[in-house]
């Protein structure tokens, strides 16, 4: 799962690539036209106010076109990294499941659990995030998340014995 999260990472680079080069292009095709025309209002050949109006015209452009490459950076991978984190954390629970460490099982269960209980040597938790999804797959035992199952099964509590 790892491997395919770097090929859609690869994948995903080469084309936002030219989507970003695209921009940047955009960009310096812009400032290029303000050197012309600042030329040309150096030159005389266009009054102030044609050159005013167009310089304005062009820098809003420019502007505009800056703003999409700044939030297509910021958004860029943003859920590639999470989304690894979690396929990586998620082995990490097969791990420490299978461990005879209690220590390491409570502190596993404080990162992706809240209101951690213990009761009758049982440590009773609710998953949060991502966590969620798992705990409603067939094999933890859930029910189906369709209309009123859904709002219980986002609030299940979930047991886990703490005898070795």
Known sequence: MIAELDKERN?????????IQNLKSQIKECKDKLDKLLDLQLSETISTEEYAEKKQKILNQKIEISEKLKVFQQK???WLEPAKNFILSANEAKNVASSTDLAEKAEF???VGSNLVLQEQNIKYFPRGAWKILGNLPHFDAEPRSGEAQNEAENREYSIVLRG
């Open 76 to 78: 860029g991978y943003s």
């Open 109 to 111: 269960l404080k990162k």
């Open 11 to 19: 994948k995903t680079e080469r084309a936002d690539f030219s989507f």
